[in-house]
């Protein structure tokens, strides 16, 4: 039996979309960082910290990519973002032209992906002021 893919061609995942389903976990799964397998789901599912996620969920965070006025999207960062232009070739050996279906939806992609990730750091949430969240270690007291 052969795999097909049905989705919806406008469907948000529909890029990330294109592997089949598999009993096993993927390469992707198995050979990635926990912190990198998370930032990589969140790219591939469209709920990275970006300024088209933050206009959806959180509208009081800025939507603008720091390069310019436009929209920070997925697509942006890992195909056209000045700020990245010099990690775009790492995309490149997975799509020579940065297609976000080939990225996004291949195991070549999301390898390079990965490797992308590592290197940026894009796509997390910026951290605050340590002192301001309930994380914060608290002192030893002497």
């Given at each position: ?28 799964f198995?050979?990635?960082?926990q ?57 490149c ?50």
């Amino acid at each position: 039996m052969h795999w097909s893919n049905t989705s919806k061609v406008n469907s948000l995942f529909s890029p990330a979309n294109r592997l089949p389903p598999s009993l096993k976990p993927q390469k992707h799964f198995c050979e990635s960082k926990q912190e990198i397998y998370g930032h990589l789901i969140w790219c591939r599912t469209g709920h990275a910290f970006t300024g088209k996620y933050y206009s959806s969920f959180i509208p009081s965070e800025t939507v603008s990519c720091s390069c310019s006025k436009c929209l920070q999207t997925q697509e942006h960062i890992l195909t056209t973002c000045p700020t990245f232009k010099s990690k775009h070739d790492m995309l490149c050996s997975a799509s020579e032209d940065l297609i976000i279906m080939d990225i996004l939806g291949t195991e070549k992609g999301i390898e390079a992906l990965s490797e992308f990730l590592q290197e940026t750091n894009t796509f997390k949430k910026p951290r605050t002021d340590p002192s301001h969240t309930n994380l914060c270690p608290s002192s030893p007291s002497e």
